[in-house]
């Protein structure tokens, strides 16, 4: 096969690849893992259910693919906020921002998987292991931004990681609030910040 036709073929493979897990994001999401069959998938990728196997060995295999690149995205989200921007409170807004940016369903269904998988108990323990330990490696480092932001006097004090938690929690909340369209708002990243920024907090007891 010449260059030019082998490029050609990774590129057709990476497609079908980023289709298949585009629709497994959605169905796991949508379902769960137990309730998704490998057809519905292929079917929502418009893929034939063969071709499947040419790039997942299984429905398992896909869905750690997925949960997997899901997390290593939110980590490269935070180096490329590390980067830009110096200051940990405008770092940890440009957080918020992206989380809420897109579509809401997608970012829905994204938030979702990685719960499911924090709390699944049909992986193999190797692999929910490495899970776990990219989670709680994105839990750390914005923890590490926000013990940033208390050696310079912009957020409150208390231990940064239980911090963190809050914080995530918060924005996976508002995600989800939003997604069942019952009292849908606008999040502001300023507000979902304001239980951090000492500021705030301090203007709030006065």
Do not use: C, W
Not at 33 to 61: Q, R, V
Not at 89 to 97: G, I, P, S, V
Not at 185 to 191: G, Y
Request: charged residues 30%; negative net charge.
């Amino acid at each position: 096969m010449s260059l030019r036709n082998n490029k050609k073929f990774q590129g057709i493979r990476d497609i079908r690849q980023l289709q298949l897990k585009d629709a497994a994001i959605e169905l796991f999401g949508m379902k769960g893992y137990a309730a998704t069959k490998i057809s519905e998938i292929t079917n929502k990728a418009e893929i034939s259910h063969g071709l499947f196997y040419h790039y997942f060995k299984s429905k398992e295999d896909l869905y750690v693919h997925v949960i997997l690149e899901l997390l290593e995205s939110l980590l490269n989200t935070i180096n490329d906020v590390e980067e830009k921007y110096d200051n940990p409170l405008e770092q940890l807004k440009q957080l918020t921002e992206v989380t809420h940016s897109g579509s809401l369903k997608e970012g829905v269904y994204r938030h979702i998987l990685i719960i499911q998988a924090l709390y699944s108990d049909h992986l193999p323990v190797e692999v929910k292991k490495e899970i776990v330990e990219k989670y709680r490696e994105m839990v750390q480092r914005i923890a590490l931004i926000i013990e940033k932001g208390q050696k310079n006097g912009e957020f409150i004090e208390g231990d940064a990681e239980e911090l963190a938690i809050y914080h995530l929690s918060l924005v996976h909340g508002l995600l989800l609030s939003n997604a069942r369209k019952m009292v849908p708002i606008e999040v502001s990243a300023d507000k979902v910040l304001r239980q951090l920024t000492r500021k705030a907090t301090e203007e709030d007891s006065e």
